[in-house]
């Protein structure tokens, strides 16, 4: 493992160089950003299509269910959890795209449930391109964002690369009944959902000119904040499935938990909340790249679908809310935890017996 703190980049940090001044813009030097430069849901399943892993070795959880972490034994109903994030800048600023990151990173261990306690940094830079001082105000957003959820970044590995590119390993623990999967909800449970989506049109529009100052200032906020919420998710047995709404969009998400159509799930359109000018900018035909490849993936799967809904639904989303399935008998108990917690939350749709479709839009 190689420190990704090098002498330069720590001097350069410390030297008080204001980077606002500096009009370093970091979406301009990538071709897609956040979670939107993902690879395509298909192609990822042919890479992976013979190297599919779990249920040996005391490896829990693999990657066959398409699950936020892998997660191992480590003894005594003690379990590790384990994952890895990283991507392109989705905003300019070198210390927003730092938090947003780390977030994004962190949010898959709170996604089953778990702790986060350990970071390693993950840095590919241009640097002929953008000074050392940039990447050290990318290692500064990281390093308040992991100071949050209290865990430290202990080390990490760089090197030279024609984009910038900047994310996080994370480790977690977690007691075997905290678990939280994916793909074990069953007909009946309710579907919530912990922020509100569009950050792929906001985020494209942010790159275009196009985003006022405060509907940027929501978007990084939202991409940026923590979902942490999810560990204590985990303590509740009534919360049945969980995972992070992220690249896939919400379409794609959700075909996950229904666990190759174990389950279906009909969604509430009216339901689902959106960041503020969301619906006016898919109006407009504002949308990522990845929205279409989104659909090509998941789409033959969805019933009722519109044209607006088409570029909202499949929008991918770069440290999104969290997906929870709860019985529903426990409806008022867990809305009334996330008003205690002043946890944003919205139930957006329930899962069902098997369909002809896995998704269905009301």
Known sequence: MEWVWSTEILLLGLSGIDMKKENVKLTEYTKGGGCGCKIPPSALAEILADHKTGGANGLLVGNSSGDDCAVLEIGSDRLLISTTDFFTPIVDDPYDFGRIAAANSISDIYSMGGTPVLAISILAWPLEKLDASVASEVMRGAREVCSEAGIL?????????????????????????????????????????????????????????????????????????????????????????????????????????????????????????????????????????????????????????????????????????????????????????????????????HFVEPMNKLIQII
């Not at 309710?190 to 985020?203: A, D, E, Q, R, V």
């Not at 504002?286 to 679908?305: A, C, H, K, S």
Request: hydrophobic residues 35%; negative net charge; proline residues 5%.
């Open 153 to 349: 970044i202990g080390g990490g590995h760089s090197i030279e690369n024609p984009e910038p590119v900047f994310g996080l390993s994370v480790n977690g623990l977690l007691n075997r009944f905290q678990l939280k999967q994916n793909n074990t909800a069953n007909p009946g449970d309710l579907l919530y959902l912990t922020k509100p989506i569009g950050s792929g049109i906001l985020s494209t529009a942010l790159k275009r000119g196009l985003l006022p100052d405060e509907q940027q200032q929501e978007l990084i906020s939202r991409m940026s904040e923590l979902n942490s919420i999810g560990r204590q998710f985990g303590d509740i047995e009534s919360v049945t499935a969980m995972t992070d709404l992220t690249g896939f969009g919400l379409l794609g998400h959700i075909s996950e938990m229904c666990d190759s159509g174990r389950v279906s799930v009909v969604i509430s359109y009216s339901d689902v909340p959106f960041m503020t000018g969301v619906l006016e900018l898919a109006g407009k035909m504002v949308y990522p790249d990845n929205t279409m490849r989104n659909w090509n993936t998941f789409g033959e799967q969805v019933l009722g679908i519109s044209g607006e809904s088409l570029l909202t639904l499949c929008d991918p989303q770069t440290n999104g809310g969290l997906l929870v399935a709860v019985k529903p008998d426990s409806r008022e108990m867990i809305e009334a935890f996330c008003r205690k917690e002043d946890q944003f939350f919205k139930l957006i749709g």
